[in-house]
């Protein structure tokens, strides 16, 4: 039986004035408890909680249950039997009865809740274990699948070195019909070709010597800064070899587009000569326009070569800069005050280039905090952890 509005509204104003002198959870829930037992409804745990909004529904629970066994004992004496009235007796047992009914009916269903929720976590459990699983299987059908586009990739890669060969070989055609345009190109072509592998053999020859002078410098600490020093020149020079290899490439670009400009310059003017022969001027203009579609498809392949040779020379440059990182903080740990500041006090050494290649070296703590300024050569740091170590 559900309760009347004003019913609510007596007892929340009840309970409203008992907080404010000072009543407890304990007391309020006993006192909205005997008042709904005398008005003839079941005090509730979820009612209860509902009036006093206090406590949680095991506390309120725990003092139905309380109050439930206080009346018990009372009216198990003998003295309060016999001088109390039948009437109120009747209603403190009903009282009672109801008490105990809402306690186990509260009881079950927080124990129900509780399996239901249970199982809810096991259902998840299992869902979640089914979800790794089918990440697991998905993960691995990623990986065959970025498998199977590697070797796709490669055929690809394949596929586009004999694509290249077969262009070479329609240049060569091409150089029949523009012979003058087509033998500048292709000498500058073989030019840039014949740079690129000499560039390529003397960086190689570089890298040799490169890791020689590493395999040596655990013994030699000078012979490794010499060696960096040349390193460090090696690389202005391969540097401003590759910018002078860029500006006579595009020199040549420009060239070549100037020399194709003065081809169309003369192609409209044959075609403007040829007009007057009305028989031949249909088979001169399907030439000339196969004539400009195939310059088109070469210019397009010069700027591809032109990329793509760019792309190298970045990728050998960054290479070379890291083996000379290397090569620089191998010596700065072998030398002798570093070695002795690092072994014991557990610091770490840090180096880095800048742009103009001059190196930047100072030393860091197991936190990241960089231990006093940088220096500029491993004589100085090496001077630097002597002091420390003196300290």
């Known amino acids: 039986m559900q309760l ?9 104003e009840k309970v409203g004035r008992m907080k404010l002198e000072g009543a407890r959870r304990k007391e309020l829930t006993r006192h909205v ?7 003839g ?12 909004q206090q406590g949680s529904l095991t506390d309120i629970s725990r003092d139905l249950t309380e109050l439930r066994e206080e009346i018990g004992k009372a009216l198990s004496r003998r003295t309060l039997k016999t001088s109390m009235p039948e009437s109120y007796l009747q209603m403190v047992e009903q009282t ?83 012979a003058r345009w087509q033998a500048n190109t292709e000498t500058e072509r073989r030019l840039r070709t014949e740079e690129h592998q000499r560039f390529s053999t003397e960086l190689e020859l570089m890298r040799q010597e490169h890791g020689r002078a590493l395999e040596q410098a655990e013994g030699n600490r000078r012979y490794v800064l010499l060696q960096l020093d040349t390193a460090r020149e090696a690389e202005r020079n391969l ?25 169309r310059d003369r192609n409209g003017a044959m075609s403007l000569q040829l007009g007057e022969l009305k028989g031949e001027l249909k088979a001169k203009e399907t030439h000339l326009a196969e004539a400009n579609k195939r310059i088109a498809d ?13 792309a190298r020379n970045d990728d050998m440059l960054q290479d070379l800069r890291a083996a000379a990182l290397g090569g620089l903080l191998s010596a700065v740990r072998n030398a002798p005050h570093v070695f002795q500041l690092c072994d014991e006090i557990n610091y770490q050494v840090r180096v880095e ?11 860091e703590d197991e936190g ?21 170590l003196d300290r």
């Open 33 to 39: 408890a005997m008042q709904l037992s005398f008005k």
């Open 239 to 263: 540097r401003e070899r590759v910018r002078q290899v860029e500006d006579d490439r595009t020199a040549q670009e420009q060239r070549t587009r100037v020399e194709l400009n003065h081809l």
């Open 298 to 310: 070469l210019e397009s392949r010069l700027d591809s070569e032109r990329i793509a040779l760019s």
């Open 96 to 178: 009672i009865e109801q008490l105990w009914t809402g306690a186990v009916d509260t009881a079950s269903k927080a124990l129900e809740a509780e399996q239901i929720a249970a199982g809810k976590l096991r259902d998840d459990a299992l869902r979640e274990v089914e979800t790794i699983q089918a990440l697991r299987a998905e993960e691995l059908l990623h990986r065959q699948a970025l498998q199977q586009a590697l070797d796709d990739e490669r055929r690809r890669s394949s596929d586009a070195e004999q694509q290249a060969a077969a262009l070479q070989a329609q240049c060569r055609e091409l150089a029949e019909s523009v």
């Open 4 to 12: 009347t509005d004003e019913l609510r509204q007596e007892l929340q």
């Open 368 to 388: 990241g905090n960089r231990i006093g300024s940088t220096s500029a050569s491993v004589n100085d740091l090496d001077a630097k952890c002597q002091q420390l």
């Open 41 to 52: 409804y079941k005090p509730s745990v979820c009612i209860v909680r509902d009036i006093t």
């Open 353 to 363: 280039l800048e742009e103009n290649g001059k190196p930047l070296l100072w030393l």
